[in-house]
């Protein structure tokens, strides 16, 4: 694994709860990345991160918050979980080191974390 | 919008085979391509990355890109039960975004 961690790993919340997922790197890597995979529509990007409180949005943002206070932090919040949101969460990271040239190439996950609302 | 697209499969080979993946993609300007294989239940795992036209090779596994016709392919000589998994195919973008194929689920029949 390339120094990602996610917790939590598996989790079961209520509709209307807000929930939050953490993804830590050990890497220095300035790109960070949310996605949720689903049967049938593969890995979509929720939101990314090219620097400290630097985001953007994905093609699947909304009900999604992000926030990245610290490199090797990139926290991912659904304000108020829905039943749809039931997915898996793959967090990302990619690029050279964080305040270093821009970043490129190869992309690395890290372990998962099941998702699911009742 | 930009799309990855590839065969989702099943795609069957027999053991000692060449399996064959494919994947087209519509933004012109990538220049980055991946391969990724994904077990059940765990997370995609690189396993090629390809930049220029013409053929990478990596042991069993060989990517080939044409930018041209805008494919990219993964061949996996003699292939073994331990390659059946689900390969997805990666395109980076600019602004480094990277769009993915829905994957290619893959058995190898002992």
């Known amino acids: 694994d390339a120094g990602i961690t996610q917790s939590p790993r598996h989790k079961v919340t209520e509709t209307g709860t807000p929930v939050t997922l953490r993804c830590h790197q050990t890497?220095?890597?300035?790109?960070m990345y949310w996605y949720r995979q689903d049967p049938g529509h593969g890995l979509r990007l929720i939101h990314y991160?090219?620097?400290?409180?630097?985001?953007d949005k994905g093609e699947v943002s909304d009900g999604y918050s992000v926030s990245r206070s610290k490199t090797e932090d990139f926290l991912l919040t659904l304000e108020s979980a829905t039943s749809s949101q039931t997915s898996v969460y793959f967090c990302?990271?990619?690029?050279?080191?964080?305040?270093?040239?821009?970043?490129?190439?190869?992309?690395?996950f890290g372990p998962g974390t099941r998702l699911l609302v009742l | 919008q930009k799309e990855v697209e590839q065969n989702s499969g099943p795609l069957s080979v027999p053991e000692g085979a060449i399996a064959s993946l494919n994947c087209t993609y519509s933004d012109r300007v990538s220049q980055s391509f991946f391969w990724y294989r994904q077990y059940s239940g765990k997370s995609p795992e690189l396993i090629m990355s390809?930049?220029?036209?013409g053929d990478k090779e990596d042991g069993r596994f060989t990517a080939q890109l044409n930018k041209a016709s805008q494919y990219v392919s993964l061949l996996i000589r003699d292939s073994q039960p331990s390659d059946s998994a689900t390969y997805l195919c990666?395109?980076?973008?600019?602004?480094?975004?990277?769009?993915f194929g829905t994957g290619t689920s893959l058995t190898v029949i002992p």
């Open positions: 990302a990271i990619s690029g050279g080191l964080a305040g270093g040239p821009k970043g490129q190439e190869t992309q690395y």
């Open positions: 990666a395109v980076r973008s600019s602004g480094n975004q990277f769009y």
């Open positions: 991160s090219y620097g400290v409180k630097d985001t």
């Open positions: 390809i930049y220029s036209n």
């Open positions: 890497e220095n890597h300035r790109y």
